[in-house]
């Protein structure tokens, strides 16, 4: 995780990056990507590309990318981007 925020320059921001790799997180969350084609191409596993936007441990948004043609969100992540979170937070108010 460490070399990723270095790629992705986060070095003095609010950013943490954090691992899953028992996946109890994604679990947890029903964040699991369990779509037939993922998981046909040998990866298992994967968590869905989702943003979260919490408070003191309470989650106030949540917005994720899939669809029926794209169950990792990868054509279409907008609805996790920065826009979008900024949009689900105000809502959230």
Known sequence: MQAW???QKIGLSMLTLMGDPAAE???ALDMELTHPGPVSKGIIGRCKRHAIYAVN???KAIRISEAE???AGDSDP????ADSMLKAIEESK
């Open 57 to 59: 441990g309470e989650i």
């Open 25 to 27: 997180l994604t679990k």
């Open 78 to 81: 907008s609805s996790t981007l």
């Open 69 to 71: 043609d794209d169950p």
């Open 5 to 7: 925020a270095k790629d």
